[in-house]
């Protein structure tokens, strides 16, 4: 399978304990992505990495929210002090080579549902 | 800002009936991306087709085709003979530099 990968896939946490979820992208791709999808709507964007570089961050990614992309390869989303309103769908996506270099090919997602 | 406007929340059709979902969008600038994507009851979202601002062409991909119409701001998506498969939601999207702006989507559900 070459495409996007997250782990876990679902995470059950209670309110105020610490997450981490994994994105290993398109083996190819120099750009990583993550989004948050709540119930009934669209991705909402968080952040976005070129190679090991965060280049942009979203409003929403409050300070309890922190993403790595330590060699420029998989990626890591931690979410600390967890919150109910914090449960989601965190979506990863990667893009940057080929015809469709512009394109941003979405991994399955990790649910969280903080209790 | 730039929006993404999907108002039709749920649309129910019977199998291989033709179906148009519509995306309205907003932006400033004059060199963009549209996308569609679709979301199974698995999760994961499928990219379908990425549209240029430039290029106004319609296409067609199988039983898809896409109508982008810089006039009126729309890209609208349509399904031909729609089948069980086909049911999904459904996601419009509009670039900004690398970021996507999604709609709200809209439910396709295929009646057999």
């Known amino acids: 399978d070459t495409g996007v990968s997250q782990n876990p896939r679902h995470k059950i946490t209670k309110r105020g304990q610490n997450v981490t979820f994994r994105c290993d992208p398109i083996s190819e791709h120099n750009r990583l992505y993550w989004y948050r999808q709540t119930l009934g709507q669209g991705p909402e964007f968080l952040t976005y990495f070129q190679n090991e570089a965060q280049l942009e961050k979203s409003r929403l990614l409050s300070d309890r929210f922190s993403a790595e992309r330590p060699k420029g390869s998989f990626s890591t989303l931690e979410i600390q002090r967890t919150e109910q309103g914090d449960s989601a769908m965190y979506l990863c996506?990667?893009?940057?080579?080929?015809?469709?270099?512009?394109?941003?090919?979405f991994g399955p997602g990790t649910r969280l549902t903080v209790l | 800002a730039q929006k993404v406007t999907q108002a039709q929340t749920e649309i129910s059709v019977v199998e291989k009936e033709d179906v148009t979902l519509d995306c309205v969008y907003e932006?400033?600038?004059?060199?963009?991306?549209l996308f569609w994507y679709k979301q199974p009851p698995s999760g994961e979202l499928v990219f379908l087709i990425r549209?240029?601002?430039?290029?106004?062409q319609n296409e067609i991909s199988g039983r898809y085709s896409w109508n982008f119409q810089k006039s009126t701001s729309s890209f609208n998506f349509t399904i031909t003979a729609s089948q069980v498969v086909d049911s999904a939601v459904y996601f419009c999207a509009l670039s900004e530099y690398e970021k996507l702006t999604f709609g709200t989507g809209t439910r396709l559900t295929i009646i057999p």
């Open positions: 549209r240029n601002s430039f290029d106004e």
């Open positions: 932006t400033r600038d004059t060199t963009y991306y």
């Open positions: 996506a990667s893009s940057g080579a080929g015809v469709n270099t512009d394109t941003q090919y």
